[in-house]
Each structure stands twice: as structure tokens, then as C-alpha cells.
């Protein structure tokens, strides 16, 4: 027969299991209404869809996210993720410190497929998750390219004070610059000139961004 504490010791594993595989469902669920909202859209994509895709109960999803607008923001959430993913590892990536700056700028932006789930979060009834979405990603992006602008410093490629409120200036004006395309050649070569003065680089070291913009544009 089994001691009180064995059978204390159980009820531990089986409930750690049991939440390892409600995790793992709720990431399926993640998963799969991410698919959906990219291949119908947000507004075309139903909670009844999702449930009848995934072989669960209402009552199942309904345990995991409260609402569709939850799942919507989880499923941001989850994108900010991969993204994060993948700007660490361009910290290892064989590029110039200044490259290397842009790149992890780079990627933050959502892929071209997924404008149908993030320009959900411009409209006027979205405006909190908006916010609380953008917290996100500055909380998330800053520390990395601040790590960057303190590499450049130490290589003397930059040279600046206040480093993690230059990034996220950084970051938001360069993440209107490439996401709206809503640029001329002279708003570039101003832009570029207020960024490298920002982080004192030497004139010319931020010229490569024209062609990125440009590359980019073309997309």
C-alpha cells in the first residue's frame, strides 16, 4: 500500500503533466487559429470554425482565451516571440554592427502575409491591445538592440549616452519608415543623418539603410 507521501509525489507529476499538455493545446490552438486568421482573415474567422478545425468543445477553447479578441492578442503575443527568436540569433550573425543594428530592426516587422491579423490592431476599437502590443515589442526588442549599440560603442562605431531610449526612438521611427513605404529619397537621407548623429556614427555609416528601404519597397 501506498504511503501518503508517494501518493503526494504522484498527484505532483500528474498535475505537472496535465499542465504540460494543457500548454501544449493551448499552443495548437495558437497555432491554428493563426493559420486561419492568415488564409480567411480575422473578422472571417469564427470562434465555431476554429473549434470544429481543432476537435474540441467550445467549453475547451472557451478555457484557454475568454474571447476572439484574446486569441488575437496571444496569437500577436506569439509572433513577438518568433520574432525575438529570431533577432538573438542575428546577434550571432557574420554582419557589421551597423547591419547587425538594422536586421534585428529588420525583424520586428511582421511578414507580409501577416498584415491581415496586425492591421487588426489599427482599428479604433483595438486601441488598448494596440498599445499593450507595442509595449510588447519595445520591451522585448530594446534590450537586444541595446546590446548591439554597446558593441558598436566598444568597436568605436558609435558613440553615444542613453542608450536604451535611443533604441527605442530607434525602433518605432524605423518601424513606420518600413512598414508604410510613405517615404521620399529626401525623407531617407534625413532620416539616416538624425540616426547617426543620434547613435554618433561617422557620416556614411547608415547609407547602406537607402537600399534596404529601397529593396523593400519593391516587395
Do not use: W
Amino acid at each position: 500500500m501506498k504511503n501518503r507521501a508517494s501518493m503526494k509525489k504522484e498527484g505532483k507529476y500528474k498535475t505537472e503533466a496535465d499542465m504540460k499538455k494543457g500548454e501544449q493545446r493551448k499552443q495548437e490552438l495558437l497555432k491554428l487559429a493563426y493559420r486561419m486568421f492568415i488564409e480567411k482573415g480575422y473578422e472571417n474567422t469564427s470562434i465555431d470554425e476554429i473549434v470544429a478545425k481543432a476537435g474540441i468543445a467550445k467549453g475547451t477553447y472557451y478555457y484557454y482565451f475568454a474571447s476572439k479578441e484574446a486569441t488575437l492578442e496571444a496569437v500577436i503575443e506569439m509572433m513577438i516571440e518568433k520574432e525575438s527568436a529570431v533577432a538573438k540569433e542575428l546577434l550571432q550573425a557574420p554582419l557589421s554592427i551597423p547591419e547587425k543594428l538594422v536586421s534585428v530592426v529588420n525583424a520586428f516587422r511582421p511578414e507580409k502575409e501577416e498584415a491581415v491579423i496586425t492591421d487588426v490592431l489599427e482599428r479604433k476599437e483595438n486601441i488598448v491591445m494596440h498599445d499593450k502590443i507595442c509595449k510588447k515589442i519595445v520591451e522585448v526588442a530594446v534590450p537586444i538592440l541595446a546590446e548591439i549599440v554597446k558593441e558598436g560603442i566598444a568597436q568605436g562605431i558609435f558613440s553615444c549616452t542613453h542608450i536604451e531610449e535611443r533604441v527605442k526612438m530607434l525602433l518605432v521611427t524605423s518601424q513606420h519608415m518600413f512598414d508604410y513605404g510613405n517615404f521620399g529619397e529626401k525623407d531617407v537621407e534625413v532620416y539616416i543623418d538624425m540616426l547617426e548623429k543620434s547613435l554618433g556614427a561617422k557620416s556614411g555609416t547608415m547609407h547602406f539603410i537607402s537600399k534596404v528601404l529601397v529593396e523593400g519597397a519593391k516587395e
